[in-house]
């Protein structure tokens, strides 16, 4: 089964930039991945999706402002996180879609992100 580690999180002020990473065990190249975030008393959500394809998509709140990227030959996906607000603080989580509704999370990396 595939593994994931996130990595990038941190503590930035807002207005600020972090990247994160999602590094998996084995090759993507044919799965969907998303980085999801999950702050305090809330439900995770879905930020952003990237397909097999290179399509992207994003919830509306963070349109204009983060990228989800993937590199295939390093196994990796990215998350670009520009203008960040306070809101933004969570714990982001990476996925690789497996099919039929399943799929494998990372550990989760925070971000805090202070006003």
């Known amino acids: 089964q595939v593994q994931l580690v996130e990595s990038g999180g941190g503590l930035v002020q807002a207005g600020g930039s972090l990247r994160l990473s999602c590094a998996a065990s084995?090759?993507?190249?044919?799965?969907?991945m998303g980085w999801y975030r999950q702050a305090p008393g809330k439900q995770r959500e879905l930020v952003a999706r990237?397909?097999?394809?290179?399509?992207?998509t994003y919830v509306d709140s963070v349109k204009g402002r983060f990228t989800i990227s993937r590199d295939n030959a390093k196994n990796t996906v990215y998350l670009q996180m520009n203008s960040l607000k306070s809101e933004d603080t969570a714990v982001y989580y990476c996925?690789?879609?497996?099919?039929?509704?399943?799929?494998?999370w990372g550990q989760g990396t925070q971000v805090t992100v202070s006003s």
């Open positions: 996925k690789v879609e497996t099919g039929y509704g399943l799929g494998v």
């Open positions: 084995r090759s993507i190249r044919a799965n969907n």
């Open positions: 990237i397909t097999t394809g290179g399509s992207t």
